[in-house]
């Protein structure tokens, strides 16, 4: 009978814990394209202020007017992969929020 109350005490405490996580996991919200576009756009601009004197910066700018307009329309998936090109002609590495 120990036995049983000490099993079913360990099983309910598991069930508790694993709700308790997974409330967690459900209050972050996923990353939308929209962030993702914001988020390169600010570091694109970090980025340009301090790589201004990069051999591509010129290429790296007009790739990026046109990444804003692509994340501005119903085109954010082409604008993620044009901010992050543009990004690495200036040097840096494209970080995720």
């Given at each position: 009978?120990?036995?049983?109350?000490?099993?079913?005490?360990?099983?309910?405490?598991?069930?508790?814990?694993?709700?308790?996580a997974?409330?967690?996991?459900m209050?972050?919200?996923?990353?939308?394209?929209t962030?993702?576009?914001?988020?390169l756009?600010?570091?694109?601009?970090?980025?340009?202020?301090?790589?201004?004197?990069?051999?591509?910066?010129?290429?790296?700018?007009?790739?990026?007017?046109?990444?804003?307009?692509f994340?501005a329309?119903?085109?954010?998936?082409?604008?993620?992969?044009?901010?992050a090109?543009?990004?690495?002609m200036l040097?840096?590495?494209?970080?995720?929020?």
């Amino acid at each position: 009978m120990r036995k049983l109350v000490t099993s079913s005490t360990i099983v309910l405490l598991a069930a508790l814990s694993l709700g308790a996580a997974t409330d967690q996991l459900m209050a972050k919200s996923p990353v939308t394209r929209t962030d993702r576009c914001n988020s390169l756009q600010q570091q694109f601009s970090t980025a340009m202020t301090n790589h201004a004197e990069a051999k591509r910066a010129t290429e790296a700018k007009a790739l990026q007017k046109k990444a804003s307009k692509f994340c501005a329309g119903k085109e954010q998936a082409q604008g993620i992969r044009a901010y992050a090109t543009a990004l690495k002609m200036l040097g840096v590495q494209p970080v995720d929020p």
